[in-house]
């Protein structure tokens, strides 16, 4: 069955600072992996998907991920964090067995920017 | 109205209420989906409909019971609910459910049980 695991459920970064999001999967297929984020009182927007093209995956507001196959990982990386980044981050993972477009979600990172 | 839209934004109901929560998108899509989002809990899928046609149900309890009429409409019919049930209820849609379409997230409902 497949998973995601979040490394750490709160991030605390300085504005300008990197921002470096974990995400790990577990899949006995060819996963596809989504990083979505959801700002207060909103739904989820994709910030970018891994779809086996390029492993370094560019998403909007500047951040990108790289997939990661030896380390089972997809961590979500921005170089300078802005206070409009604060919001909270998902990965998931599309459950490829179930071919209903199924996404499997992580517990989520809360990022908090500081001025 | 663009994107996905949700009504209400918010609900309080008691135990032996009746309500209803509507989902609309206005993508031209033809996969729809209800999560559940609670506190320290990662988001739960619910239900997926393709082409109005039921594809998934995650072992969700009875009390939960989905209606979709169309491509674009969603529906989740809410009776005698428990407390634990309160949460963030999300609608989404994509193109057609495959597993590498992005899915698109209304605001939600935030629902709480009394």
């Known amino acids: 069955a497949q998973s995601v695991t979040q490394l750490g459920s709160h991030v605390s970064v300085s504005e300008g600072a990197l921002v470096l999001l974990r995400c790990n999967y577990s899949?006995?297929?060819?996963?596809?992996l989504f990083w979505y984020v959801q700002y207060p009182n909103q739904g989820l927007q994709l910030l970018l998907k891994?779809?086996?093209?390029?492993?370094l995956v560019k998403g909007i507001n500047g951040f990108e991920a790289e997939f990661k196959k030896s380390e089972t990982s997809f961590h979500l990386t921005k170089p300078s964090a802005h206070m409009s980044d604060a919001a909270e981050y998902f990965c998931?993972?599309?459950?490829?067995?179930?071919?209903?477009?199924?996404?499997?979600f992580g517990q989520g990172t809360t990022l908090q920017v500081k001025p | 109205e663009t994107g996905v839209t949700q009504t209400p934004r918010h609900l309080v109901m008691g135990m032996t209420n009746k309500k209803s929560l509507k989902c609309e998108q206005h993508?031209?899509?033809?996969?729809m989906y209800w999560y559940k989002q609670s506190a320290k809990k990662p988001l739960e899928l619910m239900f997926v409909?393709?082409?109005?046609?039921?594809?998934e149900n995650n072992s969700v309890p009875s009390r939960f019971s989905p209606e979709c009429p169309n491509s674009s409409h969603l529906f989740l019919h809410l009776h005698t609910l428990q407390p634990e049930d309160s949460a963030l209820y999300l609608c989404?849609?994509?193109?057609?459910?495959?597993?590498?379409?992005?899915?698109?997230f209304g605001p939600g409902t935030r629902l709480l049980v009394l």
């Open positions: 989404a849609s994509s193109f057609s459910g495959g597993v590498q379409e992005t899915q698109y």
């Open positions: 899949s006995s297929v060819p996963p596809y």
């Open positions: 891994y779809t086996s093209a390029a492993t």
């Open positions: 998931a993972v599309s459950d490829a067995a179930s071919n209903t477009g199924k996404l499997i």
């Open positions: 993508l031209g899509h033809n996969a």
């Open positions: 409909y393709n082409f109005k046609e039921q594809t």
